[in-house]
């Protein structure tokens, strides 16, 4: 595996290579997890070449949020990346000019919601920062993991748009044996705060299990999560039903694919969670039409 610590070096590694090999890249921000080794090996089914980079992302925090604090275990995430089987890792020091951007994106309506609405300007900062990797790093493939569905959907968006010629893989989200899904802040958890952490997954699973069960009232399914909150003592961010793709809201499930979504914090921990919410719906009895008698 060869670590790269600036754009220019990187650029440098990759350019022989890419007349002749694909290109699967994981954007990370290091502390890696399960979940991320799950997107590097779907990253190695998809291209000849891995590309990782592990980059804190200064422009997706708000103030008074975890950036000094973002655990940073560099040595342990290359071990991890070379024992996957990482070909280039790309840890550079920053991605920005001294001064900070002066050009940066802006993320469409997708972002007024769900963690947008509770961290204005975060997904600008995903975006931005995506966009410079996707630029220095060129692949044909990017891997993002869905437990952040909103940041896939409007990534999705972003390429689609500006017409960018990388394929986005959305990779299904991994949890710990109780539940819990993986994520780089779960280290803040106390030991009682997992237990209490538990609850996301818990209520998610309950919406789930009464909308397989016939239920469609967005009402009744958030009612029944809000009683598992309750008794957990947390306090959501957000708990809403949402369209998977526009990210529209929902009060009613039907055949169009929903998701609900759930932020809350736990301890010193801003955890957030998801889960798609399926009617168990029938097929349509078959008409008989003229073609088919
Ligand atoms: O999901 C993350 O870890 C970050 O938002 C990303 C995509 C690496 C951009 O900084």
Same mark, same amino acid.
């Given at each position: 595996?060869?670590?790269?610590?600036?754009?220019?070096?990187?650029?440098?590694q990759?350019?022989?290579?890419?007349?002749?090999?694909?290109?699967?890249?994981?954007?990370?921000?290091?502390?890696?997890?399960?979940?991320?080794?799950?997107?590097?090996?779907?990253?190695?089914?998809?291209?000849?070449?891995?590309v990782?980079?592990?980059?804190?992302?200064?422009?997706?925090?708000?103030?008074?949020?975890?950036?000094?604090?973002?655990?940073?275990?560099?040595?342990?995430?290359?071990?991890?990346c070379?024992?996957?089987?990482?070909?280039?890792?790309?840890?550079?020091?920053?991605?920005?000019?001294?001064?900070?951007?002066?050009?940066?994106?802006?993320?469409t309506?997708?972002?007024?919601?769900?963690?947008?609405?509770?961290?204005?300007?975060?997904?600008?900062?995903?975006?931005?920062?995506?966009?410079i990797?996707?630029?220095?790093?060129?692949?044909?493939?990017?891997?993002f993991g $869905?437990?952040?569905?909103?940041?896939?959907?409007?990534?999705?968006?972003m390429?689609?748009?500006l017409?960018?010629?990388?394929?986005?893989?959305g990779? $299904?989200?991994?949890?710990?044996?109780?539940?819990?899904?993986m994520? &780089?802040?779960?280290?803040?958890?106390s030991?009682?705060?997992?237990?209490?952490?538990?609850?996301? &997954?818990?209520?998610?699973?309950?919406?789930?299990?009464?909308?397989?069960?016939?239920?469609?009232?967005?009402?009744?399914?958030?009612?029944i999560?809000? &009683?598992?909150?309750?008794?957990?003592?947390?306090?959501?961010?957000?708990?809403?039903?949402?369209?998977?793709? &526009?990210l529209?809201?929902?009060?009613?499930?039907?055949?169009?694919?929903?998701?609900?979504?759930?932020a809350?914090?736990?301890?010193?921990?801003?955890?957030?969670?998801?889960?798609?919410?399926?009617?168990?719906?029938?097929?349509?009895?078959?008409?008989?039409?003229?073609?088919?008698?």
């Amino acid at each position: 595996m060869r670590i790269a610590h600036s754009a220019d070096e990187l650029r440098r590694q990759l350019k022989p290579l890419r007349s002749h090999q694909t290109i699967a890249f994981v954007p990370t921000m290091g502390c890696l997890h399960a979940g991320h080794m799950n997107l590097i090996e779907k990253a190695g089914e998809l291209a000849d070449i891995v590309v990782v980079s592990i980059y804190v992302n200064p422009l997706q925090f708000g103030t008074g949020e975890d950036l000094d604090a973002y655990p940073r275990t560099f040595d342990v995430d290359a071990a991890l990346c070379a024992g996957a089987g990482v070909n280039f890792l790309f840890y550079p020091a920053t991605l920005y000019p001294k001064s900070g951007p002066k050009i940066t994106l802006k993320a469409t309506r997708l972002s007024n919601c769900l963690c947008g609405a509770s961290r204005p300007g975060h997904f600008d900062g995903v975006i931005t920062v995506v966009n410079i990797l996707f630029n220095i790093i060129q692949p044909d493939f990017a891997v993002f993991g $869905e437990k952040d569905w909103q940041q896939l959907t409007i990534i999705r968006r972003m390429v689609k748009d500006l017409q960018m010629p990388v394929e986005i893989i959305g990779s $299904e989200i991994i949890r710990e044996a109780d539940g819990l899904a993986m994520s &780089s802040r779960n280290r803040y958890l106390s030991n009682t705060d997992h237990s209490q952490a538990l609850a996301l &997954s818990q209520a998610l699973t309950a919406m789930q299990q009464s909308a397989l069960a016939g239920e469609t009232s967005v009402g009744v399914l958030k009612h029944i999560a809000q &009683s598992i909150f309750d008794t957990a003592s947390i306090q959501t961010e957000y708990l809403d039903v949402r369209s998977a793709n &526009s990210l529209k809201a929902r009060h009613i499930l039907d055949k169009q694919p929903a998701r609900a979504f759930v932020a809350a914090r736990v301890g010193n921990a801003r955890l957030i969670d998801n889960m798609p919410l399926e009617l168990n719906i029938s097929p349509e009895p078959a008409t008989c039409t003229e073609d088919s008698q």
